[in-house]
């Protein structure tokens, strides 16, 4: 019997890009997994920011 390999899924975490220009206090933040062998570039996502109040462009951070 094979064995099963080791996950190739990773967790990363979605900072707003949108926040550090406007300069309101506070960062929104979220956290997801992704498959780094599928995805080997940064991941960037359209999320909710409560600060904001209004969609923004949530891209990884290292």
Same mark, same amino acid.
């Given at each position: 019997?094979?064995k099963k390999?080791?996950?190739? !899924?990773v *967790? /990363?975490? &979605? @900072?707003c890009t949108e *926040?550090k @220009?406007s #300069? /309101? =206090? #506070?960062?929104? !933040?979220?956290i997801?997994?992704k498959?780094k062998?599928?995805? =080997?570039?940064l &991941? @960037?996502? !359209?999320?909710?920011n =409560?600060?904001l109040?209004? /969609?923004? /462009?949530?891209r @990884?951070i290292?």
């Amino acid at each position: 019997m094979a064995k099963k390999a080791k996950g190739n !899924r990773v *967790q /990363v975490i &979605l @900072e707003c890009t949108e *926040q550090k @220009e406007s #300069g /309101v =206090p #506070g960062m929104s !933040r979220y956290i997801t997994t992704k498959n780094k062998k599928n995805t =080997p570039d940064l &991941l @960037e996502r !359209r999320k909710y920011n =409560p600060f904001l109040k209004k /969609v923004t /462009v949530h891209r @990884e951070i290292k």
